[in-house]
């Protein structure tokens, strides 16, 4: 099914809302950071003891109190927190503690168990049919593979959300293609397959792909993840080039701490253990004065 609401290149394609689903293959830094004390997990809906949720008189995204469940099993709850515009927002935490299954919360693919999630000011559990897919079409999401159409080249891929949500004709799909491709350093490689370019070329092109219609906030799941070093520090002056250049707020799935470092003005941290968040702030901060011994432990590559 075609959207063409306009001839404007504002949206993205998103799993389950197009035909680019078929391609997903996995569903200020001036303020002090505030970490947790090791006591047990609050109850649900209590706040998070000593969590200072940033106000932001108009955020970006925005969660109240979420939690997620899947039957017996809670996975995290009572997340709150706020995202200002041109920020870049990292979730980060150990493995398994629910840093992908709040990002597929944020973007409508779960439903919260409890609490409420708002993205440019509304909330996307709520709104009905055309709204939601309105809402859907102004974010860009990177997939950890970068999702790629194994058939098509890098222009191709590049080029499907406007196919799928313009009238644009295909000279100016194609030209809007090949500025998003230049935007991640792939102008040379858009005549490329998936299969002939790298790991750290495909992410490029997932977040090139993310940004073809122009959304005013992109969400990334892991962007470093199997990277090596030099890559992994290439995509990460990508990502604050464009949060610099083009004002676009990020929120950034990661467990990667020298890229938590490099990109974060904020971050939250999810404990499995604790089955919710136990610090946010400026990771830098965290890093060096965090009393929680999970959060110290983390940014300090110490065991426990």
């Not at 200002?84 to 439903?111: A, N, P, Q």
């Not at 701490?257 to 136990?278: E, F, N, P, T, Y």
Request: with cysteine; hydrophobic share 40%.
């Amino acid at each position: 099914m075609r959207e063409t609401p306009d001839a404007s290149p504002r949206g993205t394609i998103l799993p389950g809302e197009s035909r680019a689903a078929a391609a997903t293959d996995q569903p200020a830094a001036d303020r002090p950071a505030t970490d947790q004390p090791a006591t047990d997990p609050p109850a649900m809906g209590e706040a998070v003891p000593d969590a200072t949720t940033r106000e932001v008189e108009n955020p970006v995204v925005e969660a109240r109190g979420v939690a997620m469940a899947f039957g017996a099993n809670t996975l995290f709850r009572d997340v709150s927190f706020q995202v200002e515009r041109g920020e870049v927002f990292v979730i980060l935490g150990g493995s398994g503690c629910g840093k992908s299954t709040l990002l597929k919360l944020m973007i409508g693919l779960y439903e919260p168990t409890a609490g409420e999630t708002r993205i440019l000011g509304e909330d996307l559990q709520t709104a009905r049919a055309d709204d939601r897919r309105a809402l859907l079409a102004r974010l860009g999401v990177m997939w950890q593979s970068g999702a790629l159409f194994g058939s098509m080249t890098l222009l191709e891929n590049v080029m499907l959300p406007l196919e799928e949500h313009t009238r644009l004709p295909r000279a100016a799909r194609e030209q809007v293609a090949r500025v998003k491709l230049g935007l991640v350093g792939l102008s040379d490689a858009a005549d490329r397959l998936p299969a002939e370019i790298s790991g750290g070329m495909a992410k490029r092109a997932g977040i090139a792909r993310a940004m073809a219609l122009d959304p005013p906030v992109l969400f990334l799941d892991e962007p470093s993840a199997g990277l090596d070093p030099i890559t992994s520090a290439g995509l990460d002056k990508l990502i604050k080039d464009l949060a610099r250049d083009l004002g676009t707020t990020f929120v950034v799935v990661t467990h990667e701490l020298q890229s938590i470092l490099a990109i974060g003005d904020r971050c939250i941290m999810l404990d499995k253990q604790a089955k919710g968040m136990i610090a946010q702030g400026d990771p830098r901060e965290l890093r060096d004065h965090a009393t929680h011994p999970t959060v110290r432990a983390f940014f300090r590559r110490e065991a426990i």
